[in-house]
């Protein structure tokens, strides 16, 4: 299965060191398959058993872009994973799907690996499954689903650190009409946690999933697996 721990904003440089030491340890032996992404200000080389990946980067090398970081910067930390797409980036920051198309474009030509989320919000949830596939469908759009080097995470919005997440029933049946678009290991992300853990891996068409909140204690995160 596949961990994925997603900070946001959350944790220093410090803390994040301290954090994959604890971690590394926890996981030494398992055979998991662990992500972490920090902030950009805690990336750091990291050769283990967890892999850094880097929430957000402008597809560029570098240039004149403020507030961003490119390749260059990741470069320099050996970073070679990368999240696009999580709906705070959509929503908040307001990405275009037509952006995060170029910015997976850029990042799959260079080898990265890519966590690609996807996710709709709760007014399309309400209306019926059809139009859910559907929403989620377009946030396919001029993305190479094809791309050896992809993992989706389906993180409905409405199930992002609210506490309430996808029932097992809609997991199930979204994630199987995700892998008939895009036949690649697929994460479920939206308010995992230890108490839904379980139930969770053992829906079909669940790879893993990627956490928010709890995934900010190592200890907690790494609880999740067992
Ligand atoms: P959450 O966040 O686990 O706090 O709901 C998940 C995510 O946004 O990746």
């Not at 996808?166 to 895009?182: L, M, P, R, V």
């Not at 956490?211 to 190592?218: K, R």
């Amino acid at each position: 299965m596949i961990f994925a721990a997603n900070f946001k904003t959350n944790h220093t440089r410090t803390s994040t060191k301290e954090y994959l030491a604890t971690l590394e340890s926890l996981a030494q032996n398992s055979s998991d398959e662990f992500y972490l992404f920090p902030p950009l200000s805690a990336l750091q080389s990291h050769i283990g058993k967890i892999t850094i990946g880097s929430q957000n980067a402008y597809p560029t090398k570098k240039g004149a872009f403020t507030g961003e970081i490119g390749l260059e910067q990741l470069k320099e930390f050996e970073i070679r994973t990368i999240l696009i797409g999580h709906s705070e980036r959509r929503v908040l920051l307001s990405e275009s799907q037509d952006f995060i198309a170029k910015k997976f474009d850029f990042f799959k030509n260079n080898g990265f690996k890519i966590i690609y989320c996807i996710g709709e919000p709760l007014e399309i949830r309400e209306e019926d499954e059809l139009k859910v596939i559907e929403f989620l469908a377009e946030q396919f759009n001029g993305i190479d689903t094809s791309y050896e080097n992809l993992i989706v995470a389906y993180e409905p919005i409405w199930a992002i650190g609210t506490g309430v997440s996808a029932t097992n029933e809609q997991i199930a049946s979204t994630h199987q009409a995700i892998k008939t678009i895009c036949d690649k290991p697929l994460l479920y992300g939206g308010s995992v946690n230890a108490a839904n853990i379980k139930d969770i891996l053992k829906i079909p068409n669940v790879d893993g999933v990627l956490v928010g909140s709890a995934s900010l204690d190592p200890q907690n995160f790494f609880s999740l697996t067992k």
